[in-house]
């Protein structure tokens, strides 16, 4: 039978209209989450050790700039006024004062603004005063005789928590209304404002490489932030007290490498040019990123001294390396700084920065914004009793290579011969709440097919094949879930790909999953 190979390119579409969230674990802070490659302004959850989790506003900045400002906005009871006819205490969006206080504490700085109305006294009245006490335990007094208008509290004055007046049940009593509460890092005019710079201390600012010594560690872990856009690199290594290292690398943007013969992990795009956590534990059992599972390491025992060289930006966060302010110390030992940090990818106009590019030529990273009416961009007509679609001829890759093959014999895994690899990429937007997004099937030395498609909040990909069309089909598959779904009229990249090894993935934006035969996919499509 002569060799067919195709892909099918499709987009159905309805109406529907949602607004695309994710679900994202609780942290300290703003700046925190900020940190962990969250850029977008919206609602997080933060948490103190032993707290319960509170939801707050948070103003992410858009550059990544060490200098930039990461802004919390707390709401407070007294938005809407009040008449202060007697002792009151202030009721705040947080009900546990002990993130409310961690969260201004933190702050390079704290604003609040109020403003005074009171009554015209009469003949032989008085206008009587109040006192306000702050969440930080600062007393601020409003005399009578001050005139009305807007107050600002700054600093530990910040945060109203009691407000009390001279003389209970009077009349003349002030009316007050609180606007909102901020916590930033920087100073700025407006509401009740506390700030927190991305980079606490310019020492802790690293453009190449440091050196951590753990042992004068008071912590259970290490962590440091960093931000990069190069693809294939190491990002630490650990060095063991019995002399064995432990090397945690990034490969293909997505995967982490720990070069004890296993595969990669899978954690997400990495070289975004984003900020990014990590945390080793300091006996040596796991490593972390981004806050997310915990990732097992090869079994050396404990941790003596940390190496970090990042081709980007390394930022020290760990309590112990801020209360010092990051100076060089026993603790830590830095590289040669260069007088000038390097440019980032994202920074360029059109943007420039690229991913993938084992797998795919000049592929957009998920760092830039899709440029709208570009040459490359369809628009499928909808019709009631029509379906619109973009056939691609030849578009899946020849199979495996007769050594790649050798390679599967020789580690006793399945034959993929006559299988296509896979490079497949679209960025679609549709208000659709389901659609299918690829299809393509091929017939030769195997038959197989491989679909991508989404429904609700789920995108799923599979691929299947047989030996002929008696044989029985298999199939692998894996889903991305995003929670209200992707018909939200917003621009999503989607990649499906071929590892050398033989295993596929799915990428959607800066998520990844890796499709298998047990995977959770639903191979219906919509």
């Known amino acids: 039978m002569r060799?067919?190979?195709?892909?099918?390119?499709?987009l159905l579409v309805a109406a529907s209209t949602t607004t695309a969230t994710r679900h994202v674990p609780p942290r300290r802070s703003c700046r925190d989450h900020y940190l962990a490659g969250h850029v977008e302004n919206g609602v997080y959850p933060i948490k103190l050790h032993k707290t319960h989790t509170a939801n707050v506003a948070c103003r992410m900045p858009y550059s990544g700039a060490p200098q930039a400002v990461v802004t919390t906005v707390i709401r407070s009871a007294l938005e809407r006024g009040l008449q202060v006819t007697d002792a009151r205490t202030v009721q705040w969006q947080l009900d546990d004062f002990t993130i409310l206080r961690d969260v201004i504490e933190?702050?390079?700085?704290?604003?609040?603004?109020?403003?005074?109305?009171?009554?015209?006294?009469?003949?032989?009245?008085?206008?009587?005063?109040?006192?306000?006490?702050?969440?930080?335990?600062?007393?601020?007094?409003?005399?009578?005789?001050?005139?009305?208008?807007?107050?600002?509290?700054?600093?530990?004055?910040?945060?109203?928590?009691?407000?009390?007046?001279?003389?209970?049940?009077?009349?003349?009593?002030?009316?007050?209304?609180?606007?909102?509460?901020?916590?930033?890092?920087?100073?700025?005019?407006?509401?009740?404002i506390c700030e927190e710079f991305v980079r606490k201390y310019d020492e802790c600012l690293i453009d190449g490489g440091v050196l951590i010594d753990t042992t004068t560690s008071?912590?259970?872990?290490?962590?440091?932030?960093?931000?990069?856009?190069?693809?294939?690199?190491?990002?630490?290594?650990?060095?063991?007290?019995?002399?064995?290292?432990?090397?945690?690398?990034?490969?293909?943007?997505?995967?982490?490498?720990?070069?004890?013969?296993?595969?990669?992990?899978?954690?997400?795009?990495?070289?975004?040019?984003?900020?990014?956590?990590?945390?080793?534990?300091?006996?040596?059992?796991h490593f972390s990123l981004d806050g997310g599972g915990k990732i097992a390491l090869p079994a050396h025992g404990p941790v003596k001294q940390v190496s970090i060289r990042i081709n980007g930006w390394i930022m020290l966060t760990d309590p112990?390396?801020?209360?010092?302010?990051?100076?060089?110390?026993?603790?830590?030992?830095?590289?040669?700084?260069?007088?000038?940090?390097?440019?980032?990818?994202?920074?360029?106009?059109?943007?420039?920065?690229?991913?993938?590019?084992?797998?795919?030529?000049?592929?957009?990273?998920?760092?830039?914004?899709?440029?709208?009416?570009?040459?490359?961009?369809?628009?499928?007509?909808?019709?009631?009793?029509l379906l619109s679609f973009l056939m691609l001829p030849d578009a899946l890759i020849s199979p495996s290579s007769s050594s790649h093959e050798e390679?599967?014999?020789?580690?006793?895994?399945r034959s993929i011969q006559g299988t296509p690899s896979l490079a497949l990429s679209l960025t679609f937007k549709s208000d659709s709440d389901s659609g299918l997004l690829l299809f393509g099937e091929w017939r030769n030395i195997t038959w197989g097919r491989v679909q991508v498609?989404?429904?609700?909040?789920?995108?799923?990909?599979?691929?299947?094949?047989?030996?002929?069309?008696?044989?029985?089909?298999?199939?692998?598959?894996?889903?991305?879930?995003?929670?209200?779904?992707?018909?939200?009229?917003?621009?999503?990249?989607?990649?499906?790909?071929?590892?050398?090894?033989?295993?596929?993935?799915?990428?959607?934006?800066a998520e990844i999953c890796e499709l298998t035969e047990e995977g959770d996919y639903d191979t219906a499509g919509p």
């Not at 928590?161 to 407006?190: Q, R, T």
């Not at 962590?223 to 190069?230: C, M």
């Not at 390679?407 to 895994?413: M, N």
Request: aromatic content about 8%; glycine content about 8%.
């Open 320 to 385: 112990m390396d801020e209360a010092e302010g990051c100076i060089d110390s026993k603790r830590i030992s830095k590289d040669p700084q260069p007088s000038h940090t390097r440019p980032f990818c994202a920074g360029a106009s059109p943007c420039e920065c690229t991913m993938l590019d084992e797998h795919f030529s000049l592929l957009p990273s998920t760092t830039c914004v899709h440029e709208e009416a570009v040459a490359s961009e369809f628009t499928l007509i909808r019709h009631p009793d």
């Open 106 to 192: 933190r702050s390079t700085s704290c604003k609040q603004t109020i403003h005074v109305n009171r009554t015209a006294p009469g003949e032989g009245q008085t206008r009587p005063g109040v006192t306000l006490h702050s969440i930080l335990g600062e007393t601020r007094y409003i005399s009578g005789e001050q005139e009305d208008g807007s107050i600002e509290l700054f600093g530990s004055a910040a945060g109203i928590l009691h407000v009390v007046p001279d003389d209970p049940d009077y009349e003349l009593n002030p009316y007050i209304v609180v606007f909102l509460l901020f916590c930033l890092n920087l100073y700025k005019a407006g509401e009740l």
């Open 3 to 10: 060799d067919r190979l195709q892909l099918l390119l499709l």
């Open 218 to 285: 008071a912590h259970a872990h290490f962590r440091f932030a960093f931000r990069t856009d190069a693809s294939n690199q190491p990002l630490l290594t650990a060095h063991h007290e019995g002399g064995a290292r432990t090397v945690v690398e990034l490969t293909d943007d997505f995967f982490l490498d720990l070069g004890d013969g296993t595969d990669p992990l899978l954690v997400g795009h990495v070289s975004d040019g984003k900020w990014h956590t990590a945390q080793i534990a300091l006996d040596g059992t």
């Open 407 to 413: 390679e599967r014999r020789k580690r006793g895994e």
């Open 453 to 509: 498609h989404y429904h609700g909040e789920k995108l799923t990909a599979v691929h299947c094949t047989q030996q002929d069309e008696n044989s029985i089909e298999i199939c692998r598959g894996c889903s991305i879930d995003r929670t209200n779904g992707y018909g939200t009229d917003t621009w999503t990249r989607v990649t499906t790909f071929t590892a050398r090894d033989g295993q596929l993935f799915l990428t959607v934006d």
